[in-house]
């Protein structure tokens, strides 16, 4: 009998994923700054490919950071950061 894997969503795993979203951020700005494509379609394509991956990403560390697994606010990618701050500013104005 196979036994499947199961990946264990902890706080070590949601660490992880922010990781990983923030290389996807800096993946995508090195595209838009520094990609050279055949036409703007080819850089179109190759963006929205970076945005749905992190995307997915994404959604599964917020439904993670909501159902209560606990992360270090300094461990967050810096869009994540960017969006707190924003919204902390706006609620002391």
Known sequence: MKKSAVVPRDKYF????????DLYDRKLADLRKYGAFESEEDRLQAEHTFMTKRASLERTARELSASGVEFNEEELPRSFR????????????
């Open 14 to 21: 949601l660490r992880s994923l922010h990781q990983e979203i």
């Open 82 to 93: 960017q969006e707190g701050e924003g919204q902390s500013q706006q609620a002391g104005s």
